[in-house]
């Protein structure tokens, strides 16, 4: 069975701190995508990064770095000097190969940022 | 990327009516369209996948005479949520795969039941 988990809930940090999200995943599947999304107050959900599981070069995008570890199942985002605009819940989740296009969603984690 | 939009954005109804919510893609051709619920602080919640010409597919538990989904073209799919009851207010979110990344899901901007 697919599973995604996000242990942290919620999380809460003074601005400029550096902050790291979790995400562990279970599969039994050799090809899978992982991904992140974020959801801000508005609700709207914003596509923040995917990665296929053949693919473990880690990634950073401006604030943002991405550590993906087969070897822990593990794809960890963390945002760099935080700030109040990255207030939002984020969403870890998994796809596995195939024609199945259903996501495996975390339960999110709450962060915080304070001014 | 991907555009997908939801109308509309916000409705209140009374319990016993029908609310339809609309889900387009703007810029790309989905054949298939994700259909989600959301709870105050909880994870999305898969109700539906809806698949263009053919009948949706419901996930386990989902009323599917209660949540009509309409897969009418290309570009739009419906749900339709009838007879609603205050329970069935929530937060609906659609999502459609996109062509450049096929593995891709974008997001509309969610719809908020609220049925009084």
């Known amino acids: 069975a697919q599973k995604v988990t996000q242990a942290q809930t919620e999380i809460s940090v003074v601005e400029k701190e550096d902050v790291t999200l979790d995400c562990v995943y279970e599969?039994?599947?050799?090809?899978?995508?992982l991904f992140w999304y974020k959801q801000p107050p508005s609700g709207e959900l914003v596509f923040l990064i995917r990665?296929?599981?053949?693919d473990e070069q880690n990634e950073i995008s401006g604030r943002y770095s991405w550590n993906f570890q087969k070897s822990t199942s593990s794809f960890n985002f963390t945002i760099t000097a935080s700030q109040v605009v990255d207030s939002a819940v984020y969403f870890c989740?998994?796809?596995?190969?195939?024609?199945?296009?259903?996501?495996?969603w975390g339960l999110g984690t709450s962060l915080a940022v304070n001014p | 990327g991907a555009v997908v939009s939801q109308h509309p954005s916000r409705v209140i109804c009374k319990s016993g009516t029908s609310v339809k919510i609309e889900c387009r893609s703007l810029?790309?051709?989905?054949?298939?369209m994700f259909w989600y619920r959301q709870f105050p602080k909880k994870s999305l919640m898969l109700m539906a996948t809806?698949?263009?010409?053919?009948?949706?597919?419901?996930e386990q538990g989902v009323e599917k005479d209660k949540f009509l989904i309409n897969h009418a073209s290309l570009t739009l799919s419906t749900l339709t949520v009838t007879s609603a009851h205050p329970e069935d207010s929530s937060f609906y979110i659609c999502?459609?795969?996109?062509?450049?990344?096929?593995?891709?899901?974008?997001f509309g901007p969610g719809t908020r039941l609220t049925v009084l």
């Open positions: 990665r296929n599981s053949f």
């Open positions: 599969t039994r599947d050799t090809t899978y995508y």
């Open positions: 810029d790309f051709q989905a054949t298939t």
């Open positions: 999502s459609a795969p996109g062509t450049r990344s096929t593995d891709t899901q974008y």
């Open positions: 809806s698949n263009e010409g053919s009948k949706a597919t419901y």
């Open positions: 989740a998994l796809r596995g190969a195939g024609n199945n296009r259903k996501l495996i």
